[in-house]
Nanobody
Framework: QVRLVESGGGLVQPGGSLRLSCAAS????????IGWFRQVPGKEREGVAS????????YYADSVKGRFTISRDNANNTVYLQMNSLKPEDTADYYC???????????????????WGQGTQVTVSS
């Protein structure tokens, strides 16, 4: 059974850091690109970052460039999202998702992703 489980969310002060993890089971992570998305109530889910399966190319939303870093550890079937210099506007539920092929033009498009986790909540507040 294919499963993605996010962890690492929580409450952090502005300027702080968190590292989210996306643990995969039931499939070999090596063959999949992984994306991180976030969603706040009343808004559409938006792409935050994505990493390809082949050459580990990475893509980021403009709002997080220079602050967030996506990486993968295929040996442990896990993808990470390191979030630094967090801002209140980063507050959201964060989800990871998997797809077989990643293209630059469609990396943030949710319906191209086949598998989704249940999400982890991130709150940035003083």
């Amino acid at each position: 059974q294919v499963r993605l489980v996010e962890s690492g969310g929580g409450l952090v002060q502005p300027g702080g850091s968190l590292r989210l993890s996306c643990a995969a089971s039931g499939f070999q992570l090596d063959y999949y690109a992984i994306g991180w998305f976030r969603q706040v109530p009343g808004k559409e889910r938006e792409g935050v970052a994505s990493i390809s399966s082949s050459d580990s190319s990475t893509y980021y939303a403009d709002s997080v460039k220079g602050r967030f870093t996506i990486s993968r550890d295929n040996a442990n079937n896990t993808v990470y999202l390191q979030m630094n210099s967090l801002k209140p506007e980063d507050t959201a539920d964060y989800y990871c998702a998997a797809r077989r092929r990643l293209y630059a033009a469609t990396w943030p498009v949710t319906h191209f992703y086949d598998y989704w986790g249940q999400g982890t909540q991130v709150t940035v507040s003083s």
